[in-house]
Nanobody, 124 residues
Framework: QVQLVESGGGLVQAGGSLRLSCAAS????????MGWHRQAPGKQRELVAAIISGGSTNYADSVKGRFTISRDNAKNTVYLQMNSLKPEDTAAYYC??????????????????WGQGTQVTVSS
């Protein structure tokens, strides 16, 4: 019932910029944390940036000062503005959201949902 759809990936030269978007849809009661992760070939998935409902953010050291995460609560959407891209930023990028849904018995359930991933390739 809940779906995350990412967009905005692509091929860019080193030093360029991209903006990723991830929209959540479905029977959503609330969203707390939202984040972006990435996974390069042969490497483990790593957290790139996260933002909680109050607006606090945290970033991986490797992207601080270059990437900015933001969210539009009215649209259930999280963004990742990526500037000064480097070849080592090349990876599949995945968004995640901690989303609450209301169950048939009236209680609420919170789970982590993931998008399908979008490829970012930075050429040198």
């Amino acid at each position: 019932q809940v779906q995350l759809v990412e967009s905005g990936g692509g091929l860019v030269q080193a030093g360029g910029s991209l903006r990723l978007s991830c929209a959540a849809s479905g029977s959503i009661s609330g969203i707390s944390a939202m984040g972006w992760h990435r996974q390069a070939p042969g490497k483990q998935r790593e957290l790139v940036a996260a933002i909680i409902s109050g607006g606090s953010t945290n970033y991986a050291d490797s992207v601080k000062g270059r990437f900015t995460i933001s969210r539009d609560n009215a649209k259930n959407t999280v963004y990742l503005q990526m500037n000064s891209l480097k070849p080592e930023d090349t990876a599949a990028y995945y968004c995640s959201s901690a989303i609450s849904t209301r169950l048939s018995d009236g209680t609420y359930d919170t789970k982590d949902y993931w998008g399908q991933g979008t490829q970012v390739t930075v050429s040198s």
